[in-house]
C-alpha cells in the first residue's frame, strides 16, 4: 500500500507539473534500472540514492527513470528513448547494459552516460562500481567465526569477476579465522528471482550450511533462513535491516548517493569528464550495515577492527600469500593483489572446491 | 435472466469485430487503472497508442523500432499459428528461439573474424536447424511415445535457458571480454552484421523474413493441400485421418515450421538488434508470440497487425513509464488485459446472448 500511494503520488505530480518540471530544471538526470525499487537489494539501492540526489538540488536537477530493463535489444531502445526524452546524464545501473550504453552514447555526444560495473568507457561514458568484496572480506571473517557446522552456502548470480571476486574474498577471510571452513556455492543464474533464490537457500540448509551468503537481490534467502532457525545471513546490496538481529546479522550497503550527486553538480558545472570510479569502505560507497548481538561481542570487536584496517588502508582483502585454486603461485607473503587483476578476477583462490561455470 | 446459446455457427462479424472491441475494452479499463494510479488516463492511452507513431519528439526514432519489435513477434507467431490451427501447442518457442540464436551465432563465430559475405547466410541456416532440432524434440517424443507437446516444448524452454547462460559464460564468450560473460559483439563485425537495410526504417533481414512468412503462410493455408490437411487435423481429426492424412507428418511439419522459424527469429535478433550473445538474451518474444498469434486470429495478415500493435503496446509503454511515470507493472498489466479481453469477447463468435424467459411456476 505504502509502495502504491508513493506511485500514485510520483505519477500525479508529474501529470499535474506537466512539461513546466521539465523546462524548470536545469538537468535532467536519467536512471536504467535492471528490477523494481521494490526489490529491497540492488535497485532499491540505486532508486533510494536517485532520490537523495534529487532532493539534494531542491528542484535544479529532475530525475526519471525506467524499471525492469532487460539486458536484452531492448536496452538500447530504452536508453534511447530516455536521451530523446531530454535526460542530460543518463545511469544505466546494470553490467549488461554496457554495449547499449556504449552504441547509444556515439549517437548522443551531448549526453553523459555513467555504466555501473563495466569497464569500456568513451569520451561520454563513465564507468563506476564499487569494491563489494571488502564488505565480502567482513563477511567472511563473521561467518567464519559462527558456523557451528562448518559448511557454508554462497548464493552467487552470475560467473563474472564481481561475484568470483566475493567469493574469494569471503572465503579467504572465513578460513583465516576457521580453517575447518567450506563453501557450497549455488549458481543461481539470476540477478533477481525469489522463487529461484529461496530454492537455492532452502537446498544450502539441508546440506548443512548454517551461514547463508547471497550475491542476488532479493530478501528470499533471509526467509528462508528465518523458517530454517538457526541459520544465519547478511543483507545484501541494501541493508535488509527486517530480517535483523537474526538471520540477517549484518549486511553490505551499497551508497551510490554521493557519487551521484557529484556526478550530476559536475554537469551542473560544465566540469564532467569520463573517469573511472572504483571506490570502497574508504569513500562510503561500501557501507557495513549494524552488526547485531546475535553475534558474539569479540567476533564483532574483530569484524569493525577489519572494517576500521579497510577505511585506512592499513589493510587489503587480497594480501599474500594465497594460492590459485590449481595450486599455483599467485600473492607473495605481504603482496598485495593490482586492480587490473581483480577487475578481471577469473579464478577462485587455493581450497574452494566449487568450480567456476562455463 | 440472461443465457449464453450455442450458435449453428461462428459468427463472422463477432469473429472480426472481437479483436476490436478487445482493444477497445483494454482501453477503457486500462485507462482507468492509470487514473487510479494518477496519471490522467487520456494523456496515458495517448502515449502509448499515438505517441510511438506521430510524436514528433520520439516517433522518428520509436517508428522504425515497432518494425524492430513487430518482426520476431510476428515470424514467431506465423510458425506458431500452423500449428496451432492443427491442435499442436507449440508453447516452447522461446527456446526454440533462443537455440536458434545460439546455434546461429556459434556456427558465425566459429568462423571469426572473416569478412565473408557467406557467413550471415550460413548462421541462418545454423540458426532455422537450431530451432527446427529443438522443436523436433518434443515432437518426436509425441509422435514416438505419446507425450505432451505442450509439457516437453514448455521445460525444454527452461534447459534452452540454462544453455544460454552457458553459452555466454563459457563456450562462445568474447575471448577479449576480460573474462564478463557475454560474446563477440556483431554490430562490430562488418558484413556479418544483420543492420538496418535502409537507414532510419528498422528494416533488417528479420523483418523482411516475417513479411515472407506472413505471405508464406497466407499461400500454405488458401492454396495448398498442406494447409487444407493442417486444419481439418485441428477441426477434425477422425475425418483426418480416414482423408489419408498421416497424423505424424502433420505433427512434424508443424513443429519443425514453428521452430525454424523460432530459430531464425533468434539469429535475426543475436547477430542485429542484440548484437550478442548474452545471459539475459532472450525477452520473452517467443511467449508473446502465443498472444500475438491468438490475437491476430491465427490468420497471417491478422498476426501482421497483431505483432504491429503489441509492439506499439511495448513502445508506448515504455514512454508512458518514462514520460508519466507509469510503473512498468502497470503496462504489463494492461497488455495482459489485451488478451484476456480478446478471450472474453471470443465468447461471442460462437455463443450469442439471450435474454431466457421467466419460467412460469
Same mark, same amino acid.
Given at each position: 500500500m505504502k509502495r502504491r500511494t508513493l506511485l500514485a503520488a510520483v505519477a500525479a505530480a508529474a501529470t499535474l507539473t506537466g512539461a513546466s518540471a521539465w523546462a524548470e530544471a536545469e538537468v535532467t538526470a536519467g536512471f536504467i534500472y535492471i528490477g523494481t525499487p521494490g526489490d529491497g537489494g540492488w535497485t532499491y539501492e540505486h532508486d533510494q540514492s536517485r532520490r537523495k540526489m534529487e532532493a539534494h538540488f531542491d528542484g535544479k536537477v529532475k530525475t526519471i527513470f525506467q524499471e525492469? *530493463?532487460?539486458? =536484452? !535489444?531492448?536496452?538500447?531502445?530504452?536508453?534511447?528513448?530516455?536521451?530523446?526524452?531530454?535526460?542530460?546524464?543518463i545511469f544505466t545501473t546494470s553490467?549488461?547494459?554496457?554495449?547499449?550504453?556504449?552504441?547509444?552514447?556515439?549517437?548522443?555526444?551531448?549526453?553523459?552516460?555513467?555504466?555501473? &560495473? #563495466?569497464?569500456?568507457? +568513451?569520451?561520454?561514458? +563513465?564507468?563506476? =562500481? !564499487?569494491?563489494?568484496?571488502? #564488505?565480502?572480506? *567482513?563477511?567472511?571473517?563473521?561467518? @567464519?567465526?559462527?558456523?557451528?557446522?562448518?559448511?557454508?552456502?554462497?548464493?552467487? =548470480?552470475f560467473p563474472i569477476p564481481e561475484v568470483i571476486r566475493g567469493i574469494n574474498s569471503a572465503y579467504i577471510h572465513a578460513k583465516k579465522v576457521n580453517p575447518d571452513v567450506e563453501f557450497s556455492v549455488v549458481w543461481a543464474y539470476t540477478w533477481f528471482d525469489p522463487a529461484k533464490e529461496a530454492d537455492a537457500a532452502r537446498a544450502l540448509i539441508e546440506n548443512g550450511a548454517d551461514v547463508i551468503l547471497q550475491h542476488t537481490d532479493s530478501t528470499a534467502p533471509q526467509a528462508a533462513a528465518k523458517e530454517a532457525g538457526n541459520v544465519i545471513t547478511f543483507g545484501q546490496a541494501s541493508d535488509m535491516a527486517d530480517y535483523a538481529p537474526h538471520p540477517r546479522v549484518s549486511s553490505i550497503i551499497d551508497n551510490w548517493a554521493p557519487y551521484y550527486i557529484a556526478r550530476v553538480q559536475a554537469v551542473l558545472d560544465g566540469s564532467w569528464e569520463s573517469?573511472? &570510479?572504483?571506490?570502497?569502505?574508504?569513500? #562510503?560507497? *561500501?557501507?557495513?550495515?549494524e552488526i547485531t548481538d546475535a553475534v558474539p561481542a569479540e567476533v564483532k570487536e574483530s569484524a569493525l577492527a577489519m572494517v576500521e584496517a579497510i577505511r585506512t588502508g592499513e589493510y587489503s582483502p587480497f594480501t599474500g600469500p594465497l594460492n590459485k585454486q590449481d595450486g599455483s603461485a599467485w600473492l607473495a607473503e605481504g603482496e598485495v593483489a593490482d586492480l587490473g587483476t581483480l577487475a578481471g578476477m577469473s579464478f577462485y583462490v587455493e581450497g574452494i572446491t566449487d568450480e567456476i561455470p562455463n | 435472466m440472461l443465457r449464453l446459446e450455442k450458435r449453428p455457427e461462428p459468427s463472422r462479424a463477432w469473429v472480426a469485430l472481437s479483436p476490436l472491441l478487445a482493444v477497445a475494452l483494454t482501453m477503457i479499463v486500462g485507462g482507468a487503472l492509470f487514473s487510479m494510479l494518477g496519471a490522467n488516463?487520456?494523456?496515458?492511452?495517448?502515449?502509448?497508442f499515438w505517441d510511438p507513431i506521430f510524436s514528433p519528439q520520439f516517433s522518428g526514432f520509436t517508428r522504425p523500432q515497432l518494425l524492430v519489435k513487430a518482426g520476431p513477434l510476428i515470424l514467431i507467431a506465423i510458425g506458431l499459428s500452423i500449428g496451432f490451427r492443427a491442435g499442436i501447442w507449440n508453447i516452447g518457442a522461446e527456446g526454440q528461439y533462443i537455440m536458434g540464436a545460439i546455434c546461429g551465432a556459434g556456427a558465425g563465430l566459429a568462423l571469426y573474424p572473416s569478412e565473408s559475405p557467406l557467413i550471415f547466410p550460413l548462421m541462418l541456416l545454423f540458426g532455422a536447424l537450431g530451432g527446427w532440432a529443438w522443436a523436433m524434440i518434443p515432437a518426436l517424443l509425441k509422435t514416438k511415445l505419446g507425450t505432451n507437446e505442450i509439457l516437453v516444448s514448455l521445460m525444454l524452454v527452461y534447459v534452452a535457458e540454462?544453455?544460454?547462460?552457458?553459452?555466454? +559464460? @563459457?563456450?562462445?564468450?568474447?575471448?577479449?571480454?576480460? @573474462?564478463?560473460?557475454? =560474446?563477440?559483439?556483431?554490430?562490430?563485425?562488418?558484413?556479418?552484421?544483420?543492420?538496418?537495410?535502409?537507414?532510419?526504417? #528498422?528494416l533488417h533481414w528479420g523483418v523482411v523474413a516475417a513479411f515472407i512468412a506472413v505471405i508464406g503462410a497466407y499461400v500454405l493455408f488458401s492454396r495448398h493441400i498442406q494447409g487444407f490437411n493442417i486444419r481439418l487435423t485441428g477441426d477434425a481429426p477422425r475425418a483426418a485421418r480416414f482423408s489419408g492424412v498421416n497424423p505424424t507428418r502433420i505433427v512434424l511439419f508443424c513443429l519443425g515450421m514453428s521452430g525454424a522459424l523460432a530459430g531464425m527469429a533468434g539469429l535475426f535478433e543475436v547477430a542485429g538488434p542484440a548484437g550478442q550473445i548474452t545471459i539475459d538474451f532472450n525477452a520473452g518474444y517467443g511467449f508473446t508470440a502465443i498472444i500475438v498469434a491468438f490475437l491476430g486470429r491465427l490468420n497471417p495478415i491478422g498476426i501482421l497487425l497483431a505483432g504491429l500493435l503489441m509492439a506499439l503496446t511495448y513502445i508506448g509503454g515504455e514512454l508512458a513509464q518514462l514520460m508519466l511515470g507509469v510503473p512498468g507493472a502497470a503496462i504489463q498489466l494492461f497488455q495482459g488485459m489485451l488478451l484476456f479481453f480478446l478471450l472474453a469477447t471470443d465468447v461471442f463468435s460462437n455463443y450469442r446472448l439471450r435474454l431466457a424467459k421467466k419460467e412460469v411456476a
Open positions: 525492469n *530493463v532487460p539486458e =536484452s !535489444a531492448d536496452a538500447e531502445r530504452a536508453i534511447t528513448q530516455m536521451a530523446i526524452a531530454g535526460a542530460d546524464i553490467f549488461g547494459y554496457m554495449d547499449p550504453t556504449l552504441a547509444v552514447a556515439e549517437k548522443f555526444p551531448n549526453v553523459k552516460f555513467e555504466h555501473a &560495473t #563495466g569497464y569500456k568507457r +568513451s569520451d561520454n561514458v +563513465s564507468t563506476y =562500481s !564499487a569494491r563489494f568484496y571488502e #564488505g565480502r572480506a *567482513v563477511q567472511g571473517h563473521i561467518a @567464519g567465526h559462527m558456523t557451528k557446522t562448518n559448511k557454508i552456502g554462497y548464493i552467487a =548470480s573517469v573511472d &570510479t572504483w571506490d570502497g569502505i574508504d569513500t #562510503g560507497m *561500501v557501507e557495513i550495515g | 488516463p487520456f494523456e496515458a492511452i495517448r502515449t502509448i540454462t544453455i544460454l547462460a552457458s553459452a555466454a +559464460s @563459457g563456450f562462445l564468450r568474447n575471448p577479449d571480454g576480460m @573474462g564478463f560473460p557475454g =560474446s563477440r559483439n556483431f554490430k562490430e563485425w562488418g558484413n556479418v552484421h544483420n543492420g538496418e537495410l535502409i537507414a532510419n526504417t #528498422g
